[in-house]
């Protein structure tokens, strides 16, 4: 079992940067996918950033904006956001699995309690 903590979510005008972080328990944090999920009010869950052993990937809609990162000493993966648009409110999820695959299908098996992420205009 891997417990998932996320932190560091609030209110930010536009044009503004937030980090969230999330913690993890586990001795084998650094063997897992690490992703980043967000979900706006009325829709559903949606891939936001992941990063597994040797890369990172983003959706589309955040590129250049965001970046994943990790701290495998501390069990932590944080997601930098910078830029901020009214768009990007939403409540983001991390998430845990072995498999980048499944990671990035939205079918992780770990997920945290979720951070409320709110962009102004």
């Known amino acids: 079992q891997v417990q998932l903590v996320e932190s560091g979510g609030g209110s930010v005008q536009a044009g503004g940067s937030l980090r969230l972080s999330c913690a993890a328990s586990?001795?084998?944090?650094?063997?897992?996918?690490m992703g980043w999920f967000r979900q706006a009010p009325g829709k559903e869950r949606m891939f936001v950033a992941l990063?597994?052993?040797?890369?990172?990937e983003y959706a589309d809609s955040v590129k250049g904006r965001f970046t994943i990162s990790r701290d495998n000493a501390k069990n932590t993966v944080y997601l930098q956001m910078n830029s901020l648009k009214p768009d990007d409110t939403a409540v983001y999820y991390c998430?845990?699995?072995?498999?980048?695959?499944?990671?990035?299908?939205?079918?992780?098996?770990?997920w945290g309690q979720g951070t409320q992420v709110t962009v102004s205009s």
């Open positions: 998430a845990a699995d072995l498999s980048t695959i499944r990671t990035r299908g939205n079918e992780a098996a770990y």
């Open positions: 586990g001795r084998t944090f650094s063997s897992y996918v």
């Open positions: 990063a597994s052993t040797h890369y990172a």
